[in-house]
């Protein structure tokens, strides 16, 4: 009895390694036909076993999401009423390009004006690579990290707390796949994390990111009202690090 239940735990086991060694997203270098158009919702029923994609046309490439691997956006679908305009609204752009890699920014569930959407990042090297980044927001800049081992996304969301969009910066370790955290050295507001408007954000080196916000005391509506209505507002530049040592 040992023995057929060790041999059908290897065999599950194989089974389960063999379905996690299929890639989420299938790439194809070419240039469709009509780049650009809605994306669109295609099954394939191979042995016995029904696979579900989301095909984009992009400028140079043909890009397939297999939704049995990205679980969130399986999810999403799953309890959508009308899927294929769900799928339909969807877009996907190519932020980063390796020789063995690219990587994929999905912007879905987004409100009529696209002004809230939720941002999911997609990895074609890594098996069910579906990380999603936030929602409710909007994306307002990618910025590859000079040494390009690091990726930041600027998000801004609308509230009614505040007369300008508040923001956060998400960074990403593209070796580790994992967040990084940001540690302030110039300056202990808490600005990240939808707290503070972010104007800008940039690289200043592999480690460190620069924000320049409203020069105000506080970030509430009478504060940044005073500010927008203020000629030759100032900002004030906040440093942060992404090393985990500081």
């Known amino acids: 009895m040992y023995k057929k239940w060790f041999s059908l ?40 076993k029904v696979d579900e994609f989301i095909e ?36 996907l752009q190519n932020i980063h390009q390796e020789d063995e890699n690219s990587i994929y920014l999905l912007e879905f569930s987004c409100n009529t004006n696209r002004s809230k959407c939720s941002y999911l990042l997609l990895d074609q090297s890594k098996d069910n690579s579906g990380h999603l980044l936030t929602d409710l927001a909007e994306l307002k800049n990618v910025q590859l990290s000079p040494d390009e081992t690091k990726l930041f996304f600027h998000f801004n969301r609308l509230t009614l707390d505040s007369p300008l969009p508040v923001s956060k910066v998400v960074t990403i370790d593209l070796g580790t796949w994992e967040r990084l955290p940001l540690n302030t050295t110039n300056d202990n507001r808490m600005v990240n994390n939808y707290k503070w408007p972010i104007i800008s954000a940039e690289w200043l080196d592999n480690e460190t990111l620069s924000f ?20 030759n507002s100032q900002t004030t530049n906040i440093i942060l690090t992404t090393n985990k040592t500081n």
């Open 9 to 48: 735990f290897c065999l599950l086991f194989l089974l389960s390694a063999c379905i996690n060694d299929e890639p989420a997203i299938i790439r194809k270098e070419t240039t469709p036909p009509n780049p650009n158009n809605d994306p669109e919702l295609i099954e394939e029923v191979n042995e016995e």
């Open 56 to 91: 984009f046309a992009l400028e140079e490439e043909i890009v397939r999401i297999n939704l049995n691997l990205v679980p969130i956006l399986q999810q999403y679908l799953t309890a959508a009423n009308h899927r294929e305009e769900m799928v339909e609204a969807m877009q």
């Open 212 to 231: 320049y916000i409203p020069d105000v005391l506080h970030a509430d509506i009478e504060h940044l009202n005073d500010w927008l209505n203020t000629a």
